[in-house]
């Protein structure tokens, strides 16, 4: 039996494939994941994400607020299955504001989807993402997308990602054209061309060719844009990098894939390579050192938590990466933060909103857990063991605000949604040890609190205010005796929902006094 048990999930890991796809926001990110999903025939037709009043929206983007602003302010997941492969997306929140949520997706990816704008280039959040992808030293694959407009030169795209990120790229496809003038893109690793047929771009076409020099492409593209595309190519050959697989493994090379994912335009070529380089599921460190994926005792963790997926069920859902062994609907295992034996009975895959009980899954498979409240982001499961992995990353908030119910008679409704959603990562609660029991909210960015107070009204019946407070920054403090009278000039004493002391300060300046005025005290970023 064990023979057995440890072939099949060699055999199912082997043909896993879990990724995030990230990028600035408007990159096309959620466009991109949608054709995905459309080439895995996981749905029949894609949503469109340009019109708040559209009658489509993205299939994942399932959150009512994400619907109105055409923006995804919430990871989703996706899993379908193509060319023998079971394809897992993490779909993350573009928006800077939504951090934290993508940082911790990211710690459950084996590989990344580094989406850039052909007219945009490399910005501002795409460069924080791809440090968190680096530091973790998993493969990042680029796709160029938006081809269909007019945009940067392919080569001034590629000296970007190594002037800014640092990274080398490999172009495994190159455009025929740009704009108005795109006609297709020729396959450098298959020798084929991938066609636009017609004025509208609706149909493509695949031709096998015998190199870029073929006839074939001279007569379909035209004579400038051949010439265009040997001139580019042939430089390529000689100056560019030759594609290494063990670099590209190790993060150091990333392939560049050029298209248009609202036109279909070189996502399937993207698809079909990617799933061939991309690695199956990786160990993970943990307390008892690395775990492989193959071994027979099942482990995971969890690293979101989601209340209200559905609203009409007010339930909360705590999604887990599958680590190690074989899960089994039903099965026993060690809730290990708690210490207790825990029965996971209600086990689901998703398609954004759309799920389906699932009776097995393994390792790099993401599945929801129905919570009851007794998960918290980084918990661990195991099958008997103490395993521990390694902690989720948090973040000190940059913005706060004293909330307030603008009807009392709503506290327990109030309570439960600040208890829920600061479980799920997008918050922190303060209390003030002021002797007033304000509660003060912390997040990374602005549109979290429009978020926190959309969802509040929505989803919890509970109109509330806030109102903004002029720190910038949060410490925690960790020391035998805090004196709160040396943090009253521009910072203010608080407690987390932990009981921990964290001081809020106004500037840079206010802090650096604290220190100098508490020389024992450690002040710490994240909570102890």
């Known amino acids: 039996m064990s023979k057995t048990l440890t072939e099949e999930i060699k055999n199912e890991v082997e043909r896993r494939r879990t990724f995030a796809i990230i990028s600035h926001p408007d990159a096309g990110k959620t466009t991109l994941t949608e054709k995905l999903l459309l080439f895995g025939g996981a749905i029949r037709e894609a949503g469109t994400v340009k019109a708040r009043k559209a009658s489509k929206h993205a299939t994942s983007d399932w959150m009512a607020i994400e619907k109105q602003r055409g923006i995804s302010v919430t990871s989703s997941v996706m899993q379908f299955d193509y060319l023998g492969h079971r394809v897992n997306i993490l779909d993350t929140p573009g928006h800077q504001d939504f951090s934290e949520d993508t940082y911790r997706t990211l710690t459950a990816a084996d590989s990344a989807v580094m989406l850039i704008d052909v007219a945009k280039g490399v910005e501002a959040q795409t460069i924080k993402l791809f440090q968190v992808c680096r530091k973790r030293g998993i493969p990042i694959f680029t796709f160029i997308n938006k081809l269909d407009r007019e945009g940067r030169s392919p080569f001034e795209l590629m000296e970007e990602l190594e002037q800014v990120l640092g990274i080398r790229s490999v ?28 004025n509208d771009h609706s149909t493509i076409e695949v031709r096998k060719v015998e190199d870029y020099n073929d006839p074939i492409i001279r007569e379909m593209a035209g004579e400038f844009l051949h010439d265009q595309l040997t001139g580019e190519l042939e430089l390529l050959d000689v100056a560019g990098d030759p594609f290494d697989f063990e670099k590209v493994s190790r993060g150091e090379l990333t392939p ?30 943990s307390t008892e050192g690395r775990v492989e994926p193959t071994e027979e005792k ?80 980084g918990d661990s499961l195991s099958q008997g063991g103490e395993v521990i992995f390694d902690e989720l ?38 209390h003030s040890t002021s002797g007033f029991d304000e509660t003060i909210l912390g997040v990374v960015g602005q549109l979290q609190f429009e978020v926190f107070e959309y969802r509040m009204k929505g989803e919890y ?37 932990k009981g921990n002391y964290v001081a809020l300060f ?9 220190m100098d005025k508490n020389p024992t005290s450690k002040f710490l970023e994240t909570a102890p």
Request: aromatic letters at 12%; a positive charge.
């Open 171 to 198: 172009p495994m496809n190159w455009p025929i054209g740009m704009g108005r003038d795109l006609c297709g893109v020729y396959d450098r690793m298959n020798n084929q061309v991938e066609l636009f047929q017609g």
């Open 256 to 285: 560049v894939f050029f298209g248009s994912a609202v036109n279909n335009f070189g996502v399937q070529t993207f698809l079909e390579n990617f799933l061939k380089l991309a690695p199956s599921p990786a160990p993970r460190n």
């Open 298 to 377: 099942f482990t995971g963790y969890i690293f979101k938590i989601q209340a209200n997926m559905n609203p009409a069920h007010r339930d909360r859902i705590a999604f887990l990466r599958i680590c190690s062994g074989r899960f089994e609907r039903g099965m026993a295992v060690k809730h290990v933060r708690v210490g207790k034996e825990i029965k996971l009975s209600q086990p689901q895959q998703f398609l954004a909103q759309d799920r389906d009980i699932v009776e097995s899954a393994y390792p790099g498979d993401i599945i929801g857990l129905f919570d009851p409240g007794i998960f918290r982001i």
């Open 393 to 430: 990353p948090t973040f000190s908030p940059e913005i706060f605000a004293k909330v307030t119910v603008k009807n009392a008679l709503k506290h327990k409704q109030y309570q439960k949604g600040i208890d829920q959603l600061t479980e799920e990562g997008t918050i922190q609660v303060f």
């Open 461 to 497: 019946g509970v109109d509330i205010q806030l109102h903004r407070m002029p720190y910038q920054f949060a410490r925690w403090i960790v020391d035998e005796k805090i004196d709160p009278s040396k943090f009253r000039i521009n910072s203010t004493l608080v407690q987390d929902k």
């Open 506 to 514: 106004e500037n840079e300046y206010a802090m650096r006094t604290a």
